[in-house]
């Protein structure tokens, strides 16, 4: 079944795998077995507390196959300013329920709102285990969709994001484009460089952990270290 508009304005959202490509065959499984610690070390904290949010993992058939769509916030944001990213953000009270399918909604509303994106098009399939961004306290449930109806995408909301982009898989598995980036805090994680932009944090390590568990990724260089200040 299709996720339809309605369901971003509180109507029924489902998950269905009917009618994928075959070759999301393996991402859908993934999100079926994954665990939690596999994906991050950093878990939703077990009060309860944190705020809830979504992003929407939207994979589309583009002119080089598979593909993701991302977006880059805007460098005035005061949180993740310039961060490539998934669409989505905290859910609203008309999201409904936070443990039942108000990320689903959420994340939904969110693409429309940042990307312009016809959510009627999104076929969500899956959802990954609940994940923790400690340097902004999001609870982010990961929401993953076939954009089985593509619609036109773009900056909606200059203040909000600099702009909307889809990246080729083959190019977020080739290893030239691949790389391990360090914080000055002397975190480091997994990277992408791809379409003149530095994918990393949050978003570099679902995308690492899903390419992993989906068997698709391919060796490269963890010893490639590229500084979050790339461009300077």
């Not at 200059?158 to 000055?184: G, I, M, S």
């Amino acid at each position: 079944m299709t996720a339809r508009a309605s369901g971003t304005r509180g109507g029924a959202v489902t998950l269905s795998r009917k009618g994928l490509p075959a070759w999301l065959g393996p991402v859908a499984d993934a999100a079926e077995t994954v665990q939690p610690l596999q994906l991050s070390r950093f878990l939703p904290p077990e009060d309860g507390g944190g705020r809830q949010s979504a992003v929407l993992i939207l994979f589309g058939d583009g002119e080089r196959g598979p593909e993701l769509l991302l977006m880059e916030r805007a460098s005035s944001l005061r949180s993740h300013a310039g961060q490539p990213s998934f669409p989505g953000g905290a859910l609203d009270p008309q999201d409904g329920d936070p443990h039942g399918d108000g990320p689903l909604r959420a994340a939904l509303r969110e693409a429309e709102e940042e990307t312009g994106l016809d959510p009627s098009g999104v076929q969500l399939f899956g959802v990954l285990p609940k994940l923790y961004i400690p340097v902004s306290e999001f609870v982010v449930t990961p929401v993953l969709g076939w954009w089985r109806e593509p619609s036109p995408v773009g900056v909606v909301d200059p203040n909000e994001t600099a702009r909307v982009f889809t990246v080729p898989v083959a190019d977020l598995t080739d290893a030239t484009n691949r790389a391990t980036t360090y914080h000055p805090s002397g975190h480091r994680g997994p990277a992408f460089l791809v379409e003149s932009a530095l994918v990393w944090g949050f978003t570099a390590g679902v995308i690492d952990r899903l390419l992993h568990y989906a068997g698709w990724e391919r060796p490269w260089d963890r010893e490639k270290l590229v500084p979050l200040d790339w461009r300077s």
